[in-house]
């Protein structure tokens, strides 16, 4: 079998999204740890945000003009992928996200690329907030989607809890020996971006943050499955606890609109602060102001942001759901509370806030298991060995 240039194994990512998200920055991640003397990587991808940041880091990056994820099912797209494998020459194609699973798969197949592995960043399909005849079909889809799985050579899931559900769910069932568990971390890219104090001073002034204030963030796309909801309904009940806290809403999505609706039928103007999608330098000042992150989601593979804020000894409240529990142990790294459980995450953060030396503690200890169990060599030798295994 040919190697890239140099003897490198070629790798070809594709991802059916580019914008700001957590299995989009896992590929980012990715491309910036993988040691380039021994592997050549590139990407696949609809148009967006990060586009130009996969640029930075792959050999090759090949946009398809669109940001819609189904057309990764168009039949023209994927044999523009497949004629892409060949004439870059891939030892490995490594897919993300369900449709572009179905249209990587299919592709590498017609290319013949020697082996196939995708990687499963959360449930597809299986938690939905919708109802009716869009539910059964979602449903249908969760007992069915996993068959093109069949096709690949290996999956990687990113938490224990991600695997059991791939085994365990109803409908067509992977067997578990197809599957690798690799518990990703951040690259060094990622941990080098350390706020200045006139970053810090730019945050507080951009977002309405006076000295008192006491500050709490939820870091994610601003889809319904990540629960800001029930964050935005526990903090009249903490407010009242803490009168300075003020909650910082990081992100877009589709439903910001119905975020900022709800923000003012409670009355959480004062409160509540909607900044977009931040680059990392921002970003990473959000982190360094705020006494607590936030993690409320109603479904997680693993919840890369509590990475962030482990490496950044930040304490959590995150839902214990998913590979959460995986990365946060109750009560000595952070406080985990059920999902869709506004009374119980008011508790948390008043609890966390109230106690400024614990909260601290907390992000001491965060601190040290992400130093000791998600180490970026850890996770490059798993990678190497799932790939140059199924070779």
């Known amino acids: 079998m040919s190697r890239g240039r140099g003897g490198r194994r070629r790798i070809a990512f ?23 003397d021994q592997f050549d990587c590139s990407v696949i991808c609809p148009s967006g945000p990060l586009v ?8 090759s990056v090949e946009t398809l003009g669109t940001v819609a994820g189904r057309d990764f099912l ?47 960043h959360g449930y597809n399909f299986d938690v939905t907030t919708e109802r009716g005849w869009l539910r059964m079909r979602r449903q249908c889809w969760s007992w069915s989607y996993r068959g093109i799985y069949a096709l690949a050579d290996r999956l990687i899931a990113v938490s224990d809890a991600v695997k059991d559900d791939l085994v365990q769910r109803r409908g067509i069932r992977v067997p578990p020996g197809k599957i690798a568990v690799v518990h990703h971390t951040l690259s060094l ?36 499955l990540k629960g800001h909801r029930y964050l935005l309904e526990a903090l009249p009940a903490a407010i009242r606890s803490i009168p300075r806290l003020r909650c910082l809403i990081v992100g877009d999505g589709p439903a910001r609109a119905e975020l900022e609706a709800l923000v003012d039928r409670l009355a959480l103007r004062d409160h509540v602060m909607f900044t977009g999608v931040l680059d990392d330098v ?48 109750d009560q000595i790294s952070g406080i985990l509370v059920p999902p869709r459980d506004s009374d119980a995450l008011a508790s948390a953060l008043v609890r966390i806030l109230s106690d400024e030396r614990w909260a601290e503690q907390l992000g001491r200890a965060g601190k040290r298991r992400f130093d000791e ?11 190497r060995s799932v790939y140059e295994g199924t070779l």
Not at 24 to 34: D, K, P
């Open 189 to 224: 890219e990622q941990l080098s971006v350390v706020p200045t104090a006139g970053d810090l001073e730019k945050a507080r002034v951009s977002y309405g943050l006076g000295g008192d204030a006491v500050v709490v963030a939820s870091i994610a796309n601003l889809f319904p």
């Open 14 to 36: 594709i991802i059916g999204s580019a914008d700001v998200g957590g299995a989009e920055h896992l590929v980012l991640t990715l491309l910036r740890t993988l040691p380039p």
């Open 282 to 329: 921002r970003r990473n000042a959000v982190v360094a102001c705020s006494r607590a992150i936030v993690l409320p989601s109603v479904s997680e593979g693993l919840g890369l942001v509590l990475l962030e804020a482990m490496a950044a000894s930040k304490p959590v409240v995150a839902t214990d759901i998913g590979g959460v529990r995986e990365l946060v142990i």
């Open 74 to 120: 168009n039949p023209a797209v994927i044999v523009r992928m497949a004629l892409l494998l060949r004439r870059w020459a891939v030892d490995v194609v490594d897919t993300s996200l369900y449709l572009s699973d179905v249209g990587g798969i299919l592709a590498a197949k017609l290319a013949r690329v020697p082996r196939i592995v995708s990687h499963i």
């Open 52 to 59: 130009a940041r996969y640029a930075e880091v792959a050999s």
């Open 373 to 383: 169990a998600f180490s970026r060599d850890e996770m490059v030798n798993r990678l």
